[in-house]
């Protein structure tokens, strides 16, 4: 079992930047691929990014395209969304992800960190 725990959100303003960090306990972790989504109040869930679990393949939303990285290192365990020129849509919670590919879709969810945005 894999339990991620996101950390790093807060109140920013808009263009501002803010890097965002998923701890991930699990053994088998570094073998995972990991990504983002977030989830703004009375929206849908949406996909952010994503990362390969050797870190040699992200993709992004065309919405965050640009503006977002996506990283990780396997060695700490750990997942980052590194965010600059925030804009007040990106107000939502953020989080993180793991995917064993089992065929089920993500498996792994952290329990979320709030980023808000302000004009």
């Known amino acids: 079992q894999v339990r991620l725990v996101e950390s790093g959100g807060g109140l920013v303003q808009a263009g501002g930047f803010l890097r965002l960090s998923c701890a991930a306990s699990?053994?088998?972790?570094?073998?995972?691929?990991a990504g983002w989504f977030r989830q703004a109040r009375g929206k849908e869930r949406e996909f952010v990014a994503s990362i390969l679990w050797s870190g040699g393949y992200t993709d992004y939303a065309d919405s965050v395209k640009g503006r977002f990285t996506i990283s990780r290192d396997n060695a700490k365990d750990m997942v980052y969304l590194q965010m600059t020129s925030l804009k007040p849509e990106d107000t939502a919670v953020y989080y993180c992800?793991?995917?064993?590919?089992?065929?089920?879709?993500?498996?792994?969810w952290g329990q979320g960190t709030q980023v808000t945005v302000s004009s």
């Open positions: 699990g053994r088998t972790f570094s073998i995972y691929d």
């Open positions: 992800v793991a995917d064993t590919r089992d065929g089920s879709g993500w498996d792994y």
